[in-house]
């Protein structure tokens, strides 16, 4: 184990590792890396590397052991021998079989169990690479992962956790932090804010107590982002594809073909292979309607009745008062 630093936050209010004391890791999610698994994400926090994957629901054996009226959910947390400097000792320990049994009660407000009676749902989360964090972390692996097996779900869960040094707090602990701070609390919650998991270790007092989960509230939010957007990198139809480029084509003409360029690369699918043609017809298309603003209402009409409106003198410029805008391009 490294020495303890003499200092975990320099004169700037910069962390080891160049973050603010508000901040998150970079986080990157990948879905779909197991083909047997019903669901499956890759998740990298920092330099935590976790592996989730989801089978099922499926029924449950041995049959005494099911529910007649829902699923059962196991969730099994494990370190690989090889995820930490020092080698772990394989198999489950005290310390992973509680955090398998608090990660499992932190679905339990989401997962509709109620459609899969004398099913189960097995969840498990493998950390490959371990950095601080790693509870936190497999719990928003394992979200994106159920999601991706299509279990019904309230709504995701996203984990993170705040802890203190140098008399500060500060959100996501690094190794170092997480080793040698003063405390460590890590809670998980959904996306309409209830918590669903909160531990703490060390010594907080009542008014940090407070402050620091008001920061791991807000960085459960910024990590719900996050999960959504992969999601939605995943699963969007083409006609959403099309939908936001057409966005991006009205405000950043010259990030059109960019974004085009990453969506296919990280849909990895031919069905995106003429996504330029389609977004072309579509801009063309859109360009079909006028709309003028009034200060009572909003009129939609073709360019061609405007144009014939406009020749009858029906519509007078002068009408028009300055707070009134002539927009074109909308579509109906």
Known sequence: MANKPEKFIDENGLRLDGRAVDEIRPMTIEIGVLSRADGSCYLEWGKNKILAAVYGPRELHPRRMQKPDEAIVRYRYNMAAFSVEERARPGPSRRSIEISKVSRDAFAPVIMTKYYPSAVIDVFAEVLQADAGTRTAAINAA?????DAGIPMKGLISACAVGKVDGQLVLDLNKEEDNYGNADLPIAM?????????????????????????????????????????????????????????EIAEEKPDDVQKEIELIKEELETEEFDDLEEDVEQDIEEGIDVIVIKTDESDIEISEDEFTEFNEDDDLETDELEESDTLEVGEKI
């Open 143 to 147: 979200s994106i992962a159920l999601a």
């Open 190 to 246: 959904t996306q309409d804010g209830e918590i669903s998991l909160l531990q703490m270790d060390g010594n907080l007092t009542k008014e940090e107590f407070k402050r620091a989960l008001e920061m791991a509230k807000e960085g459960c939010k910024k990590i719900l982002e996050i999960q959504k957007e992969a999601l939605k990198k995943k699963f969007a139809s083409r006609e959403e594809v099309v939908e936001s480029l057409v």
